[in-house]
């Protein structure tokens, strides 16, 4: 029986379609993956180990703070008193223990000249230094030194020294920061800090999303339009043991394959952990850590099968072979075996495993079972995140924890939900097509 010459309007549109939905899904998939890219680098620059959990961003807080409130302390009636009570304590009891060294020191010696010598000094020391006007003169000195308090100059040296030490105290207790990755980020992208190449990844976060869903909308909505004007024409097709032509049977084939390689290859799932904004107050200014990533990842099937054959261990290889195996391999045979099934290249229709995989193969595919189980895994991961998050914040205590729950489902997750929709119908369409030439 010969089979007719395909309508060439409804051949001519699914073509373009078919080129259009090509175009666009490579500059899509450049588009994800650049974005998966600038997520990453966004995530390392706000990590919280460089920030919340790093020593000398702690330092250089409370440094500000502390020249704040100095440069901010005024002496008044109402504390001047109190002040120079404290500051007399402190002066009376140091040159009590300055009288009493001195004399311990000049007393200290065994031998009889050791003796002699620090009698003399004990003399020459009564005799130069009187002790008791000293002391009696401590309000007088405790006055100099408040009135020394009061210049703009002595309080930026104390500011400073305090600040100084607080580094150097930080120096010898923890261990810096190794900051190498986000300068090789800073190095990429022209920026001059950390805070600079945030606001610059931020942005281009921003402009990568909006252009990958609406090309990622666009690519499933030229998919959906190919598929649903052949199924039209199939519906309609006389003679019916022709419902389905060679050429649309191409054109839904790469269609569909094109899917595929969109979903394995581009980010199914996003999972991240951060706090938002932590602040409390000290000494009256408050502490703010904004950002902070606690955790971050964004893979894609081809990107998790990668990761776990570099771990070498044999127990995530043979998960890694399974993943492979059942999300690309097992796919992308069944739409393979179909088209050679259709055509019947070189004999393949009468192959065991061409049959199978063509005719059969519908509930052991596990392209279906996959999207179930990364919807599953979201919502697991979400909810996992945000009882995780919670148990942060603190319950009772001035300070304030604001924590985000980034999860969420990434592009390629539906993409490959639309190969898994889109290869449904083309074995269905590929057994209408068989039952027709059988009956």
């Not at 620090?118 to 100099?144: C, I, N, S, T």
Request: hydrophobic letters at 50%; glycine letters at 6%; proline letters at 4%.
């Amino acid at each position: 029986m010969s089979i007719p010459t395909p309508r060439w309007g409804l051949l001519v549109t699914s073509a373009l379609l078919l080129l259009l939905s090509a175009g666009l899904t490579l500059r899509l998939v450049a588009d994800l993956q650049a974005l998966q890219q600038a997520q990453i680098e966004l995530a390392q620059v706000r990590d919280v180990r460089y920030g919340l959990f790093n020593a000398e961003v702690w330092v250089e807080q409370i440094a500000e703070i502390l020249a704040t409130r100095i440069d901010d302390f005024e002496l008044d009636a109402n504390n001047r008193p109190q002040l120079k009570r404290s500051l007399e304590r402190l002066l009376d009891r140091l040159l009590v223990e300055v009288d009493q060294y001195l004399r311990w020191r000049n007393a200290g010696s065994d031998h009889w000249l050791g003796r002699l010598e620090g009698g003399l000094r004990q003399g020459v020391q009564d005799w130069l230094l009187d002790f008791k006007e000293l002391r009696a003169r401590v309000p007088v000195y405790a006055d100099a030194i408040l009135d020394e308090l009061d210049h703009p100059e002595i309080r930026a040296e104390i500011a400073i020294a305090l600040g100084n030490w607080l580094r150097e105290a930080s120096a010898a207790t923890f261990a810096p920061t190794d900051r190498g990755a986000i300068a090789v980020i800073a190095r990429r992208h022209g920026c001059a800090d950390a805070e600079t190449c945030s606001a610059h990844l931020q942005d281009l976060v921003a402009g990568l999303r909006q252009q990958s869903l609406s090309d990622g909308l666009t690519v499933l909505g030229l998919s959906a339009g190919l598929f649903a004007l052949n199924l039209l024409a199939a519906a309609r097709r006389r003679p019916p043991t022709d419902a389905l032509p060679p050429a649309r049977m191409v054109l839904l084939t790469i269609a569909t394959l094109m899917l595929l390689a969109a979903g394995v290859t581009t980010p199914m799932i996003e999972v991240e952990a951060r706090i938002a904004e932590l602040r409390f107050e000290l000494l009256g200014e408050p502490v703010v850590f904004t950002d902070q990533v606690l955790y971050f990842q964004s893979k894609s099937i081809l990107d998790v099968v990668q990761v776990l054959l570099e771990t070498g261990a044999v127990d995530m290889i043979v998960v890694a072979v399974l993943i492979a195996l059942f999300s690309l391999t097992f796919p992308a045979a069944k739409v393979a075996a179909g088209f050679v099934y259709y055509y019947d290249l070189r004999g393949g229709r009468g192959h065991p495993l061409v049959y199978f995989f063509a005719l059969r193969s519908g509930k052991w595919s596990m392209a279906d079972v996959l999207v179930v189980a990364i919807l599953m895994s979201y919502i697991g991961f979400s909810g996992l995140v945000r009882s995780q998050l919670a148990a942060l914040i603190p319950v009772g205590t001035p300070v304030n924890v604001i924590t985000t729950d980034g999860t969420a489902l990434q592009f390629g997750f539906f993409l490959f939900l639309a190969f898994v929709l889109a290869s449904l119908l083309l074995s269905t369409l590929l057994e209408w097509q068989v039952q027709r030439r059988g009956s």
